[in-house]
T-cell receptor
Framework: GNSVTQMEGPVTLSEEAFLTINCTYTATGYPSLFWYVQYPGEGLQLLLKATKADDKGSNKGFEATYRKETTSFHLEKGSVQVSDSAVYFC?????????FGAGTTVTVRA | NAGVTQTPKFQVLKTGQSMTLQCAQDMNHNSMYWYRQDPGMGLRLIYYSASEGTTDKGEVPNGYNVSRLNKREFSLRLESAAPSQTSVYFC??????????????FGAGSRLTVL
């Protein structure tokens, strides 16, 4: 079946540091890949997505590239801000439903 | 622009009590979902409804029932609550039923504690 594995947290960074969150997947076929973000006390919201190999999703300074050869979709941001403190979820979509990773808690200190 | 609305936001139950979590979306989406979120386990799908009139089990359906009342509403019922059902529950919807890059829109969550 489909599954997603993402790096365990928590991750604590200083402002303007570089952030990488690793995500790898197992799936049949060619699933769409997503990163969702959950800010404190809120539901999840889409951060970015990619639908085919070599696609790069980007939003709010975050980027992730769909790498079929390594079955990966790592999330990166070059310079984080305190407002980026959140839980980040990698997800893949098979038929009808999303499979989520366990989530990575990121805390950015001023 | 309400999106997905869940009620209640918080609920405390005693073991064996029943309750229903309500969810409504105003985006005319076909598909709706119920997830639970537990620490270190991410989100796990309880039930989903690909379209009005259909419901299917997800990864963790035991102890739950659902009703797709109409296109807008999808409720989750706990008939006899257990402490293992203490969790944060999220309802979500998406606009299409086929696989692809369909984005889910989530509600704000319902925190349930079973004593």
């Amino acid at each position: 079946g489909n599954s997603v594995t993402q790096m365990e947290g928590p991750v604590t960074l200083s402002e303007e540091a570089f952030l990488t969150i690793n995500c790898t997947y197992t799936a049949t076929g060619y699933p769409s890949l997503f990163w969702y973000v959950q800010y404190p006390g809120e539901g999840l919201q889409l951060l970015l997505k990619a639908t085919k190999a070599d696609d790069k999703g980007s939003n709010k300074g975050f980027e992730a590239t769909y790498r079929k050869e390594t079955t990966s979709f790592h999330l990166e941001k070059g310079s984080v801000q305190v407002s980026d403190s959140a839980v980040y979820f990698c997800a893949l979509r098979g038929s009808y439903k999303l499979s989520f990773g366990a989530g990575t808690t990121v805390t950015v200190r001023a | 622009n309400a999106g997905v609305t869940q009620t209640p936001k918080f609920q405390v139950l005693k073991t064996g009590q029943s309750m229903t979590l309500q969810c409504a979306q105003d985006m005319n989406h076909n598909s709706m979902y119920w997830y639970r979120q537990d620490p270190g386990m991410g989100l796990r799908l309880i039930y989903y409804s690909a379209s009005e009139g259909t419901t299917d089990k997800g990864e963790v359906p035991n102890g739950y029932n659902v009703s797709r009342l109409n296109k807008r509403e999808f409720s989750l019922r706990l008939e006899s609550a257990a402490p293992s059902q203490t969790s944060v529950y999220f309802c979500a919807s998406s606009e299409a039923t086929a696989s692809g890059a369909n984005v889910l829109t989530f509600g704000a969550g319902s925190r349930l504690t079973v004593l």
